[in-house]
């Protein structure tokens, strides 16, 4: 092999690794989903969200929704046209949902669903919208909502 090949074959495949990698973390993602706008056409037992291009959407920063949440988002999300929210560098769980925040033109569901005392604010991983979670969950606390209204003052971590 000519010693001028060996560094463009090599720049090469160095090329289709981080574009594989890029796709694998959810780059396509990102184009197909991300700031783009679905119907939703159902909430599943786990409340993550189902929406009309077949994608399940799990919510990014929310844990342990109690289950009730998932008949506070039918309520809130039936008929409506959402927007989602992706966040680098993994947009899909283990079970291959999409991570997001949803919205529902400027209202961020995923803080609302905290906010109301459904879910724990989930602290294992930042997102941008821990400025929002956090008092969300304290909100709920305060006032004894949902999961917080038999004086229940765990903080979830």
Known sequence: MNRLARPIIATALLA???MS???ALGGDDFASVN???FNVVGVAADSSVQLDNGEGVQLLGVADPEPAAREWLIG???NQTVTLLLEPPQTRDDGRRIRASVFVGN???NVELIKAGLAYAD???KTI???LLDPAEADARK???GLWQHGGNQVRN
Request: glycine content about 4%.
């Open 123 to 125: 602290r294992r991983e």
């Open 143 to 145: 006032k004894k909502r």
């Open 76 to 78: 809130r999300l039936a």
């Open 107 to 109: 209202e961020n569901i």
């Open 35 to 37: 700031h783009h706008t």
């Open 129 to 131: 919208f821990d400025g």
């Open 21 to 23: 990698m890029v796709i």
């Open 16 to 18: 289709l690794l981080v």
